[in-house]
């Protein structure tokens, strides 16, 4: 099976733009969770998609949002950009159902730089 | 907020010792997770230990758990250069905590060849 695919991998945005990262996971899971890398901050759950709603989120503001289409796929949206959203944006998908205990698994990340 | 903390923070140890990692953490879990990441890139799953479960063992990783001191190991035995890494321990509250994986700060790995 292919693993978690996240594009694009390296981003380079300015202050005040919007940007747009997508996940696709493996194939048959239906839950995709995001997260977001600091060097600061570590990692930090940003929030969870399943069956196209949106069942968890983390404390982040209002300026990241996300989706989930009928096929899975995920995407994370991130507006008015400021410096500190600089940071390694990971997704990671998990099969939902009996006994399968939130085991997620990982793509390579999403590098964005604000500028 | 980082529920866990790892000890140490960096580990660094000759090819073919052992290393082993600490974890703990807050507040009631469903399962704790271990993982692996390389130079900022993607975390590879290791290994997976249910709150009920004591021990669990996968290849060269023995992880053990202790719900009582909320606490958690990883013991990488017989360690290779190409082990070197971060380290995270990560915990599910399970419940209504739906797809959130709360990560520890991590620990650093060097194995020297």
């Known amino acids: 099976k292919a693993g978690v695919t996240q594009t694009p991998r390296y981003l380079i945005k300015t202050r005040g733009q919007q940007v747009t990262l997508s996940c696709s996971p493996i194939?048959?899971?239906?839950?995709v969770s995001w997260y977001q890398q600091t060097p600061g901050q570590g990692l930090q759950f940003l929030f969870e998609y399943f069956s196209e709603t949106q069942r968890n989120k983390g404390n982040f503001p209002g300026r990241f949002s996300g989706r989930q289409f009928s096929n899975s796929r995920s995407e994370m949206n991130v507006s008015t950009l400021e410096l500190g959203d600089s940071a390694l944006y990971l997704c990671?998908?998990?099969?939902?159902?009996?006994?399968?205990?939130?085991?997620?698994?990982f793509g390579p990340g999403t590098r964005l730089t604000v500028l | 907020s980082q529920q866990g903390e790892e000890d140490p923070q960096a580990l660094s140890i000759q090819e073919g010792e052992n290393a082993t990692m600490n974890c703990s953490y807050k507040t009631s879990i469903n399962n704790l997770q271990w993982y692996r990441q390389n130079s900022g890139r993607g975390l590879v799953h290791l290994i997976l230990i249910r709150s009920n479960e004591r021990e669990k063992h996968s290849g060269r990783l023995r992880v053990t758990l202790d719900t009582s001191k909320k606490s958690s190991s990883l013991l990488i035995t017989a360690s290779r250069a190409a082990d070197t890494a971060s380290y995270f321990c990560a915990t599910d509250g399970g419940g209504t905590s739906y797809g959130k994986l709360t990560f520890g700060q991590g620990t650093i790995l060097t194995v020297h060849p």
């Open positions: 194939s048959g899971h239906r839950s």
């Open positions: 990671a998908s998990s099969l939902v159902g009996v006994l399968t205990y939130n085991e997620q698994f």
